[in-house]
């Protein structure tokens, strides 16, 4: 099935997509908006571009287990890609995701400009990756 996750940001949104097998999470791109509504439509129509079957969204629950302001706002960026997608739209939790993302920059040697410009479809990457591992291991 094809899966596109997405790593909401106020500013930088990152895309990642998986291929049909659900084998590899690719960074796709990072979307620069600032208006929330706005953002959730160029993303709806990047996973519609892309020929989803399933959306993934990231949820930054805190590090034990709440959820704070962030989540929230990922969860309402959730419902407005409901009501703009005819698939369905999870939620998965993204704690660390960015700092992974980070990590294999680091690994990369990737600085600066060059690391800003991708970690948020990095960032994304990561969370499909866990998704994808997460239905590996449980045939969902």
């Known amino acids: ?6 790593d909401f940001g106020d500013s930088h949104t990152g895309i ?3 291929d049909r097998l659900e084998m590899i ?7 620069n908006e600032k208006r929330f509504e706005v953002c ?3 993303v709806a129509e990047k996973i519609k571009e892309l020929g989803a079957e399933m959306a993934v969204v990231g949820d930054p629950v805190n590090m034990n287990g709440t959820y704070g302001p962030r989540s929230e706002k990922c969860r309402e960026f959730a419902g407005l890609l409901r009501e703009r997608l005819d698939i369905p739209v999870e939620m998965w939790d993204e704690r660390s995701s960015t700092v992974t993302a980070h990590n294999i920059m680091n690994e990369l040697d990737r600085r600066g400009k060059k690391r800003k ?4 479809a990095a960032a994304a990457a990561v969370i499909l990756e866990s998704y994808l591992s997460y239905r590996r291991n449980h045939n969902v």
């Open 25 to 31: 999470a690719t960074p796709v791109c990072i979307i």
């Open 1 to 6: 099935m094809k899966i596109v996750s997405v």
């Open 117 to 120: 410009a991708v970690i948020d």
């Open 16 to 18: 990642a997509e998986c």
């Open 40 to 42: 959730a439509d160029k």
